[in-house]
């Protein structure tokens, strides 16, 4: 039987869209997220991309079952910043069947070029720093918070559907448990900031959340403006990142540099909700609340989602002194010794050799895939 592709609007399609993956990834190291949630972040009411994003849900059936996903996507905030006429893909899962992920791709590139866009790039959920890519390396590794995870056939299957590279993302995995795993450059560079340049370091609270990542915007605007997928943060987009940053907050390892008065530099390091979520099996009742609220005594890695400096002040040694100050927190950590950091680009090298500094190592890849429409 041919596969029909077909968008999932009602209540039971987006239902079957985000059940998928349960059934397909039975058995592996993927981590189901809360079922709830992706309700509720799919939600054209309701989701964290609802006001900026246009977006179709598809699902693939074969008599009557479905084998696959993805969305197609506009994101209006991104072809604004860079004058383009981008779409995307994203939240792509398929059985091991060429038709089908060819169909679905086929109908996403429809979708997006009924709407003018000329480029589909891809796979982003919804954008690039939420779950992005497909999994090239590190299929054995269980993924960390907002890391996708897929088997290793979804390369071959995404290739054969006409898809070609356009950059590769690179986790690198971190033991910060001992100092001595650190270049000796990176102790000295972070005492002359402190010394030379009068970098300090403090701690976002919970209650001074919301305004400190006006800081965070102010610093990622500037510092990532040249990596690939990139959009200013705007208010709206801080209001809800905050909301979602109250769950996941931990004192100890969101950090801001600063030189005076002046915010510098600034690292949000999250604890790795998953080693939580995985025992959740997507649902919050009957016990799924009571794990997380528990959470603490779970949790032992990290993830180093987003350190950057302002351009201005990078000869300062603030990346440095950030980088030092995960070690020196680990130190007084009596659970969290390593984890991982990352995305970072392939073509940034000066991230990757901070990385090699630190004595860490590549464990996952994810490749962004495009086409021309």
């Known amino acids: 039987m041919s596969v029909a592709v077909r968008p999932a609007r009602s209540h039971r399609d987006v239902g079957a869209f985000i059940d998928l993956p349960f059934r397909l990834h039975a058995g592996t190291p993927w981590v189901p997220p809360l079922k709830l949630e992706r309700r509720l972040f799919l939600s054209r009411r309701f989701g964290t991309y609802a006001k900026r994003i246009d977006y179709e849900l598809l699902i693939a059936e074969r008599e009557g079952r479905v084998v696959g996903r993805v969305s197609a996507h506009v994101d209006h905030a991104y072809n604004k910043h860079h004058e383009e006429r981008r779409g995307w893909f994203g939240f792509f899962e398929c059985e091991d069947d060429a038709e089908a992920a060819r169909a679905l791709l086929d109908a ?67 033991d910060i448990s001992d100092r001595e795993q650190m270049l000796p450059i990176l102790p000295e560079l972070a005492a002359d900031a402190r010394d030379k340049h009068g970098v300090t370091i403090r701690r976002m609270t919970r209650r001074r959340l919301r305004k400190d990542l006006d800081v965070f915007a102010e610093i990622y605007n500037r510092a990532w403006r040249r990596n690939f997928g990139f959009v200013p943060y705007e208010k709206e987009d801080l209001d809800q990142y905050g909301l979602e940053l109250q769950l996941a907050f931990d004192e100890d390892w969101f950090m801001i540099a600063e030189v005076g008065d002046e915010p510098v530099a600034i690292a949000i390091t999250i604890p790795d909700l998953n080693q939580v979520l995985r025992t959740m099996h997507g649902k919050l009742l009957p016990l799924g609340w009571w794990r997380y609220l528990r959470r603490s005594k779970r949790i032992t890695r990290v993830r180093v989602g987003f350190l950057g400096v302002k351009p201005k002040f990078q000869h300062t040694g603030a990346a440095a002194a950030l980088y030092v100050e995960h070690f020196e927190t680990s130190a007084r950590h009596a659970r969290i010794k390593g984890g991982e950091m990352g995305w970072i680009l392939e073509t940034n090298r000066a991230m990757n050799r901070g990385m090699e500094a630190m004595n860490g190592r590549i464990v996952k890849r994810y490749r962004v895939y495009g086409r021309e429409l």
């Not at 939420?130 to 907002?146: A, F, Q, T, W, Y």
């Open 108 to 174: 996403a590139a429809a979708w997006l070029r009924e709407r003018g866009m000329e480029r589909m790039d891809g796979p982003a959920d919804f954008t690039m720093n939420d779950e992005s890519g497909i999994v090239i390396e590190g299929h054995d590794l269980e993924p960390m918070i907002r890391q996708p995870w897929h088997p290793r056939y979804y390369q071959p299957l995404v290739e054969a559907a006409g898809m070609e590279k356009v950059v590769d993302l690179y986790m690198w995995a971190l």
